[in-house]
């Protein structure tokens, strides 16, 4: 188990400690799991207040992780904004490699840890640096916004960075800036896709997916329609544009997250992460959560155990690999003033070494007409 495990037991007072927490998860989470969890969420609120560490959890974290440690929780957007005025010592990312890289961004002399480096994420991994020298090189003068799952290389190429909450906006920012009507909207092609839906510029995609939100198709929304006619379907915008022409409402998470809080429905379907139905359901009580969903690999890595260990030995291994060049390097990008004040400026200009062509099989195109 953990480090330094030994002391960590279900106490009374562990039980009085976490017992607002476990109001809010004990539908989620069985008694015997919140014995093994409770002395943890103790021991790591504990640790925070020691070390000046705060936690980032992201809505695909676990309802143990998410409401019993996590200082702040939501989006990506949300959390690199919570990132940025945090007056912390230590950053303590729970969510994957990008985010932590993001926080590293825009909080260089901050200590950032991920408790497991494995966390990775497809999107992320679909595209490099040197892909990005090669699009611009074939698209001169056309804007590069890259969505914020991208490694900080990736952002550093780009002119803007967006989340899924604010891509139309960045994207239509990005162009009118430049002066263009096309702009490239790099690594999701179906984020690409729902962004080129709503607005008249033209969009160049790459073929990046995220594994989760591909897995959804028109013949799962009709089934879910068939089986719970009454229900209101979310989905969020990394879904195949098949899935998003048949829901109720397509969003950022955080978006998913106000409707439901909002609008309180009888019985909704959160065509997403399945830990997003599980954290919102504290604060709709009266809403009935129903699947299908899927579950993220990669978010799935970090657990309480390995949030403690973290905190335990501030490890380097478990440091986001973002270096101080590449956050200078990604700072511009990753700029979290609003898009309007970002455009008043010009576009950085575009500079760095020649690109190195690779195999063009490696270079796959998707345009997504406006
Ligand atoms: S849910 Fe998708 S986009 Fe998010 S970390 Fe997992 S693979 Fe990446």
Not at 47 to 58: G, P, S, Y
Not at 87 to 107: D, N, Y
Request: aromatic share 4%; net charge positive; charged share 25%.
């Amino acid at each position: 188990m953990a480090v330094g495990s030994a002391a960590l037991e279900f106490t009374p007072d562990v039980e009085a400690l976490t017992a607002p927490v476990w109001e809010k998860v004990r539908t989620r989470v069985t008694p015997i799991e919140w014995r093994l969890h409770a002395p943890l969420i103790a021991e790591i609120n504990r640790l925070k207040r020691e070390k000046k560490a705060v936690i980032l959890a992201h809505n695909y974290m676990t309802p143990e992780i998410f409401h019993g440690v996590g200082d702040f929780v939501g989006d990506s957007l949300g959390l690199a904004r919570e990132a940025a005025k945090t007056p912390a010592r230590i950053i303590v990312q729970a969510g994957v490699q990008f985010m932590a890289e993001t926080s590293k961004v825009l909080c260089p002399d901050k200590t950032v840890l991920i408790p497991d480096l494995r966390a990775g994420c497809s999107l992320a991994a679909s595209i490099t640096a040197a892909d990005v020298r090669l699009i611009k090189e074939r698209y001169p003068g056309v804007p590069v916004v890259t969505y914020v799952n991208t490694t900080a290389e990736v952002k550093a190429e780009a002119d803007l960075c967006c989340t899924s909450a604010n891509a139309v906006q960045v994207v239509e920012v990005a162009a009118r800036t430049a002066g263009s009507d096309r702009v490239i909207l790099l690594p999701d092609e179906f984020l690409a896709r729902n962004v080129a839906r709503q607005t008249s510029v033209r969009i160049v995609a790459w073929a990046g997916r995220c594994e989760v939100h591909e897995r959804f198709d028109a013949d799962d929304i009709r089934q879910v329609r068939e089986a719970w006619p009454n229900a209101e379907i979310l989905a969020h915008p990394e879904c195949p544009t098949e899935v998003l022409e048949l829901v109720d409402f397509a969003g950022s998470t955080s978006a998913m997250s106000d409707y439901v809080v909002k609008r309180q429905p009888r019985q909704v379907v959160l065509i997403t992460e399945c830990s997003m139905a599980d954290n919102i359901a504290a604060e709709a009580p009266a809403t009935e959560f129903l699947r299908p969903c899927n579950l993220c690999p990669h978010m799935k890595r970090i657990t309480l155990e390995n949030i403690h260990e973290a905190l335990v030995r501030e490890r380097l291994r478990g440091r986001s690999r973002a270096g101080d060049h590449r956050a200078r390097a990604a700072r511009g990008p990753t700029d979290d003033r609003p898009a309007a004040s970002r455009a008043a400026g010009p576009l950085r200009s575009r500079q760095g070494a020649p690109p190195r062509r690779r195999g063009a099989d490696l270079i796959r195109f998707a345009a997504a007409a406006a």
